[in-house]
């Protein structure tokens, strides 16, 4: 499973532990379960782009995948930063 995640001045669907930054999520699919990890997940990603930034703007603002959920997770920093994938659009 692969989220695209974007930061949001509004309706935010889940916000950064470390700043606060509300972010919406497109998902390529969900269940409640799955859900729950991902959120585990991301939350760590959120964590790895505060590494010498402590505020919101340690945040990619165009967006950024979270790569394959559910496993050992790598962060090359802003390498991540991509384009949304077509599900996401
Ligand atoms: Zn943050």
């Known amino acids: 499973m692969q989220v ?8 935010a669907e889940v916000r950064c532990c470390v700043c606060g930054q509300g972010f919406v999520l497109f998902w390529e699919r969900q269940s409640r379960s799955e859900r729950h990890q991902a959120l585990h997940e991301i939350q760590k990603v959120f964590r790895s782009h505060h ?6 703007e340690a ?28 599900w996401a659009l």
């Not at 695209?4 to 309706?11: L, S, W, Y």
């Not at 590494?51 to 919101?56: D, I």
């Not at 945040?59 to 077509?86: C, S, W, Y």
């Open 4 to 11: 695209f995640c974007k930061t949001t001045d509004g309706n």
């Open 59 to 86: 945040h990619p603002q165009n967006g950024f995948m979270i790569p394959e959920l559910g496993g050992p997770v790598a962060f090359p920093g802003t390498a991540m930063v991509g384009h949304p994938p077509t």
């Open 51 to 56: 590494g010498n930034k402590a505020g919101p």
